[in-house]
């Protein structure tokens, strides 16, 4: 089975978190000084850091917490759930979706039984988008709203199988901030667990910064014949790997799985 994340959604063109944090910044800013935001691009380093003293000044986040994705959707939107989920909706919106290579193979390999099971923190279409340009078929995802259904799903073995774990943009329970991030889907998360169990894995274009997530890892890790298959983590680079995620291969390696670390460039 498959584990991916932003890197995934990124290499189609889409904005990755801290991409959204840096959007979400400017526009308070332009808002709250009177600026025309079309003048202010977050490319420019010197309008990065002016945006970003603005920020200190007011005793703001700092730069690179953990707190800031959900600090600034907080500020922007407040209780405005409606307003949030339009903003997401028209920066992961499917015409923006720029496939690459990679993303049809995934879905090539899902279609001929090969990847069964793929799992994603995204909340975008990406992986929808490329299964349905290679098959001309659309597949199912469980989220949110479906997702008691994941387990019987692979116990059914009714393959390929796509869930999102921390829920999808489309719908009203958006699960993309840190105080709901605390807690993945409980139906999901048993369908990870059991998955874990009777397939390796490979884990792309995710950073491993999500405690929940690794939790999750950490528990499927202590199941009896966890990844049986081995864990890869892909990373372009290993000397910009989260410590969380050694410290994870090592747990997982002591609790008897074969599980490495893969450099891809």
Not at 27 to 44: A, G, K, V, W
Not at 145 to 152: I, K, P, Q, T
Not at 202 to 210: N, T
Request: proline content about 2%.
């Amino acid at each position: 089975m498959w584990f991916l994340g932003a890197g995934t959604s990124r290499s189609a063109g889409l904005p990755s978190a801290n991409d959204i944090i840096w959007d979400l910044k400017r526009r308070y800013y332009c808002l709250e000084e009177n600026q025309d935001i079309h003048s202010h691009d977050i490319n420019n380093r010197a309008i990065k850091g002016k945006i970003q003293s603005y920020m200190n000044t007011h005793g703001f986040p700092q730069l690179g917490s953990p707190e800031e994705y959900s600090f600034y959707f907080d500020l922007m939107f407040k209780d405005d759930v409606q307003a949030q989920q339009k903003y997401i909706c028209n920066l992961l919106a499917k015409d923006k979706i720029s496939l690459t290579i990679g993303h049809r193979v995934l879905a090539a390999l899902m279609a001929i039984d090969q990847s069964k099971v793929v799992f994603t923190t995204n909340f975008d279409e990406v992986i929808e988008t490329a299964y349905s340009a290679v098959t001309g078929k659309n597949i199912s995802c469980f989220h949110l709203e479906g997702s008691y259904a994941a387990l019987d799903a692979l116990n059914a073995e009714r393959f390929p199988l796509y869930a999102k774990v921390h829920g999808d943009f489309r719908y009203r329970n958006i699960k993309n901030l840190t105080e709901d991030l605390r807690h993945n889907d409980e139906e999901i998360q048993k369908c990870f667990l059991a998955s874990a169990t009777r397939f390796g894995l490979i884990v792309s274009g995710y950073s491993g910064r999500d405690d929940n997530v690794l939790s999750m890892f950490r528990t499927a890790g202590q199941q009896n014949n966890a990844f049986s298959n081995g864990l890869f983590w892909t990373v372009p680079k290993v000397s910009d790997v989260d410590p969380r995620v050694f410290e994870f291969i090592k747990f997982a390696s002591e609790n008897g799985v074969y599980a490495r670390l893969v450099e891809t460039g």
